[in-house]
């Protein structure tokens, strides 16, 4: 009884502009598909979790839950390197996640305490993680694609000739798209030949808005039009490893950047104020459950190859469900940020993380007059 | 009758859509979704596709495509989400349709409305609670309103699509759901709220508190606990931030000697900012019994955390820890 | 001795995503050649004109000049009807020209005169036409595209179902062609099917920079992905005009937006202060000039239908330079601009022309104390 | 020696770049063509295309891109060809640069520098002519700096390119050619200007002039006309723009007990409010003899034609009025 099992991703590709292709079947460890599992339900079950927090109103403003995507960034996931970067949209939970995040401080930062990722001044859409390459989170529409470009631009400009680079990836949705600062960035990696993947989360609406009303091409691995474009079943965390294997090995070998499609679909509505139901129809979101949910598909796989049985999966969920627990008792358990927080970290004083006193500001309105006037940050 | 702000807006819209064919919508949401914050709620069932557009997430084409069909004389109200977004797309709010009739001597004009919701709004940090006041407000060529109760929110989206300049309303979103009382008028499809002017929305003699948006309520609410101590506030709603209406705020001034300014935005260079620069540079200068105060949102980008979100903006105490600084503190000799 | 020709176009036309495509003959009217040449030698002479004047310090700032790129807008102004929309770059002069201007309200805008195109108050990158559908003139690259895309959003707004649209047309760089903004409006124009067309007037430099230093993709006329394109031989009027012909039909018949690559040459530098010669060789400019000359081409059209003889070209080019020479001239006896036109037409009272009075600040800075205050457009 | 402006920077450049392998320039035309201004002459030459690198014209873009590119320890120097053309940009410069550290609690820095001529350039009209002083300075996170002289340049463009934190160079586009001498430190490698501190360009006791970039000279030519007339001028060069130096302000302020601030920027909303703002609510407003008087560029978008260009503009005698106004305007009782 080998622990490698062989997987079928046939069918699970669409390519242009491309003379190659990723390979129709993955081969995968015991452990390696286990873990993947973990780190998918895990996402799966914090964000079930921040949906009832905040509906118990322990989570404030914009709450953007990536259930029903988990496999995207799980497979990205398995197919990079630590030190490959990653930048995202405000849809950043599950990327927080695995980029070096616990769950505690993931729901803590939505808590707006203290131990947050962020330290509760960034909330849901600001996570960033610079020791393990992670860039966020970023709260304006398509606004993450140059930056993701400018990783990739670093990738080049520290490497040696010659040697392979470590890449750069954006995600962004369907609805991000057509922003123009995507072309621009596409323009210039495709011009400098930059390790850069753009990666379209193409969860079929944009908001309220389906593709067909906000985007004249459907086919986003064809968006880059010279650029070379891979659409990828995103529901699929095998597939999804794979082609993102394919497109870091080409991108980092200097052929410039990729258009990667995932096909997706997000079951919680926008955000937490959309119920996600007058714009698309029910069935259509209980048809994707039942057909392609992506932990079903991971749980196939375990049981199929057998590297678990059914029961064996069960307890393992029931194990993770108790840590999503644990873990959110822990953060409710930091204390909120202490006032002075309030001014700290406005500038750095080093590129060292956390670096940077507190910084008040020359003038404050305070309501007692003795704290109002300041003057390099004393009284004056 | 009572009607929430978000109400008195998209009646606003109704009636001015009525009112001329020309006046179309356009935005992110705001057809079939009925706004993101359902302040379109209705108008894409009453006026059809044609009329009621919603766009792709792309702030700088259709904020351009905006500005050229103004040019055919039609009347595009452009809705950004939040005022934020409207940053992807300052370039043409500000050198497309603000400078466009002075640069043609008077050719072109740009009949165009700019709204949506602007600063701050509940726990969504510093890229989603920016204050656009003071920018937009400093350019000439563009007007720029920014209504407290129902009745501006109406008078002034009417009054900003019968102007034939660009003009950017700057909304509230904690304010779209709070009802306030419509007068008869108000009701009226007749009802405008002349750009330009302010509105004293309590008269007073001791203190003029000067504000816009939102913290009009907060001003409101400080003059009646000062009023418990026996001074008497003066409220200035200023409604129009360019043209500022100097006027109003000049004779308040003179008339109560001590002026508090009261914003959410940035201090730096901030309305208050203008404010002060405005008591210096006229007579009203001579009139002040004590220097102005100001009391705007802290000097950072806006945190998260609930406490943190607090301690960064203007509470009722700092509103009346300043007014009473106004009338201990007062003009040298 | 008929007074119509037929000049053969064929090779100047490369499609994208089109079936069909203009027609490879042109018939034209001695007339209308003679008028075609007629704008174009005056466009050559005003912009040698205004290089001679900028020379002589009477123009001052910037001025980007078109010689070498008149067959582009004399093409397109043949094409189209008097209410289709247009909108260009900076590089302006000549379609204002061609929209209602005269020399001397061009030139007389440069010297920054009160009869000047815009009272003086544009210069050389701000003139307008309202009345004559054009709608600049902007110094922003790339931001006229969206504003152009508005003029065929109008345009369809305004039509009844099924009636032919007038059209609209963007004029823009190779530099510019990669904006963002630019794709922006054409996902819109394409999602609607706005009767647009997007012009790219490829020069081969943006400022010092050539194509494929600032474009990955430079096949412009394929820019537009799936929106169809058609590339143009720009210095070839009567290949300019079929190719206009053929766009506005196409768009203006509701098949939505389509790209058109104008291939020209400019011959001065980007603008007065650039010597053009750093970036590119003299043989490169000197070879256009023999070889390609848009001017000498139309010369060869009139002189090989027989439309005219050599000697009456030269008759009618002496007539050209002393119009323009007395265009000139009058240009410069318009006076400057009074004192009050600062505060004129910052707003208009309505959306006639020229409406707005003067309107004087609240508070203006003034020399004199007197003049230093004021409260309604009244001193206090 | 004597040095421009131009070049005063460009050595600046070349010394960090020298210093620092991970500063790289980028923007348009900065490499083969040396730059629009030929600021960056010779440094394609000397550091090639990795380190000096032209782009397209897409400012959103290559924006975003210098500001992803910091956060991996480099050290971006974005030229805007003028800053009129970050507002296509701004987004990225505000949501992204400056909020950025403290968004991410400290964890994110953002070390970028943006520079270009900024504000009025001859005949050049509305799109070309906008100062972002006020803008920019109201942006918690963002550092702004504004030089006059060579000096300041060099000293200001090494500052920011040490810094670990964005910085908005706002340069003059009419001073890139004008020479001032260098001392001997300005023209070691160490000359550093500290951002954050005006400099006191010329002291005098009976009025404060506060400016900055190109109208500190002509602060400097009030102040000769001035001292013809017995009145003793101080000159505050304000170098900074954010954080500003309100000690200096105030301090000067107090000595002189009269202050006029110049600037070319639109009045609304401008460094110049902010300056009265702050006198209003320090305790230098006890020291002031006169009310502060504002000189700003007139309230309009930049007309072409000369003479409006130069109405538009302060004048040396638009100053000397305002000097003299301070002189006969007291304070009320
Ligand atoms: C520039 C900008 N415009 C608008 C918004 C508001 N907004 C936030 S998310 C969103 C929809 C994005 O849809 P998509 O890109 O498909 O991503 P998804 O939410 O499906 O993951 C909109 C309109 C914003 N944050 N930034
Ligand atoms: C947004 C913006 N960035 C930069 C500039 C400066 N600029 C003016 S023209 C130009 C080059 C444009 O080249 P291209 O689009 O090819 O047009 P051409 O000058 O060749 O007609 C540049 C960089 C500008 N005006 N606007
Ligand atoms: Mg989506
Ligand atoms: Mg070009």
Redesign the interface.
């Known amino acids: 009884f080998s622990s490698n099992a062989t997987f079928d991703v046939e069918g699970s590709f669409e390519t242009h502009m491309l003379d190659t292709a990723p390979e129709t079947t993955v081969e995968c460890s015991k452990e390696e598909l286990l873990e993947m599992f973990e780190l998918m339900y895990t996402m799966r079950r914090m964000e079930i979790t921040c949906d009832n927090e905040y509906k118990a109103r322990n989570i ?3 709450c953007h839950l990536y259930d029903g995507q988990e496999a995207v960034a799980t497979g990205i996931n398995a197919a990079f390197d630590p030190e490959d ?1 990653w ?1 995202t949209s405000y849809r950043c939970h599950c990327v927080a996640l695995a980029r070096g995040g616990s769950v505690s401080s993931v729901v803590g ?1 939505l808590f ?2 203290i131990d ?11 996570f ?3 020791a393990n390459y992670f ?2 989170g ?6 993450q ?11 080049k ?2 490497s040696k000739p010659g040697e392979k680079m470590n890449v ?1 990836v954006a995600c962004f949705g369907d ?2 798209a ?11 990696c ?2 400098w030949n930059l390790p850069m993947i753009f990666c379209i989360e193409n969860n079929r609406y ?4 389906s593709i067909d ?5 459907q086919d986003y691995y ?2 880059g ?3 070379p474009g891979l659409r990828i079943d995103g529901m699929n965390v095998l597939a999804v490893k794979e082609g993102m294997r394919f497109a870091k090995e080409y991108c980092g070998s200097g052929n410039g950047p990729m258009y990667v499609e995932m096909m997706t679909y997000r079951y919680h509505g926008h955000s937490m104020s959309d119920p996600g139901t ?2 698309r129809n029910r069935d259509e979101i209980a048809f994707t459950r039942s057909t392609k949910d992506p932990l079903e598909f991971v749980k196939k796989c375990l049981v199929d190859a057998e590297f678990m049985t059914a029961d064996e999966i069960k307890d393992m969920e029931k194990k993770i469900r108790k840590d999503v627990q644990k873990e959110v008792l822990k953060a409710k358990e930091s204390p ?2 202490p ?1 002075e ?11 060292e ?4 006193g507190i910084e008040y ?9 003795e704290n ?2 300041w ?2 940050g004393k009284k ?1 | 009758i009572d009607m929430a702000v978000r109400e008195a807006i998209c009646q606003g819209l109704d009636e001015e859509m009525e009112r001329d064919e020309n006046v179309f919508i356009m935005g992110e949401e705001v057809a079939q979704y009925q706004g993101a914050y359902k302040v379109t709620k209705g108008l894409f069932q009453k006026y059809g596709d044609k009329r009621v557009i919603d766009t792709p997430i792309t702030e700088m084409g259709f904020t351009g495509l905006g500005v050229g069909a103004s040019f055919h004389d039609l009347k595009p109200v452009i809705e950004f989400m939040t005022i934020n977004f409207s940053m992807q797309a300052i370039d043409q709010v500000v050198n497309g349709a603000a400078k466009q009739f002075y640069m043609s001597g008077g050719d072109l004009a740009c009949p165009i409305v700019f709204r949506g919701p602007n600063g701050f709004s509940a726990g969504t940090a510093a890229q989603h609670s920016q204050c656009f006041g003071a920018w937009y407000s400093s350019c000439p060529g563009l007007k720029v309103v920014s209504p407290y109760s129902s009745e501006d929110a109406k008078g002034l989206i009417k009054a900003a699509i019968r102007d034939p300049n660009p003009v950017m309303v700057l909304e509230h979103e904690l304010m779209y759901g709070i009802s306030f009382p419509m007068s008869d008028e108000a009701q009226s499809k007749d009802w405008v709220v002349p750009i330009g002017q302010a509105k004293i929305e309590r008269e007073g003699t001791d203190v003029t508190i000067i504000s816009f948006s939102k913290p009009v309520g907060l001003a409101l609410e400080a003059a009646e606990v000062m009023a418990t101590k026996g001074v008497s506030c003066e409220v200035i709603n200023l409604l129009s931030l360019r043209p500022l209406d100097r006027k109003t705020i000049i004779a308040s001034a003179k008339k109560t000697g001590r002026v508090v300014s009261l914003e959410q935005g940035w201090p730096q260079c901030g309305i208050s900012s203008e404010i002060a620069a405005i008591l210096m540079e006229t007579d009203a200068f001579n009139y002040l019994d004590a220097p102005m105060e100001r009391v705007t949102g802290a000097d950072v980008p806006m945190p998260y955390a609930a406490d943190l979100e607090k301690a960064a903006l203007p509470q009722l105490e700092d509103v009346v820890a300043a007014i009473e600084r106004t009338t201990y503190r007062s003009m040298a000799a």
């Open positions: 404030r403003g914009f970067s930048i930062e707006g305490n947050g990722y962020s330290r509760g001044k960034g909330g849901s859409m600001h960033y993680n610079k860039f966020g970023a709260g304006i529409v398509g606004a694609v140059p930056v993701g470009a400018g990783s990739a631009f670093a990738n400009y520290k750069s609805g991000a057509n922003q123009g600062q995507i072309w621009e960035a596409a323009n210039m495709n011009l944009g908001m309220g808005t009303r906000h985007s004249s091409i064809k968006m039009n010279e650029i007058t714009y909120v940020p006032h927080e309030l001014f700290k970290h406005i500038f750095a004083t080093n590129l993380p956390r670096s940077g500001p020359p003038h404050i309105r305070m309501p007692n007059y109002s006037f003057i390099d004056e």
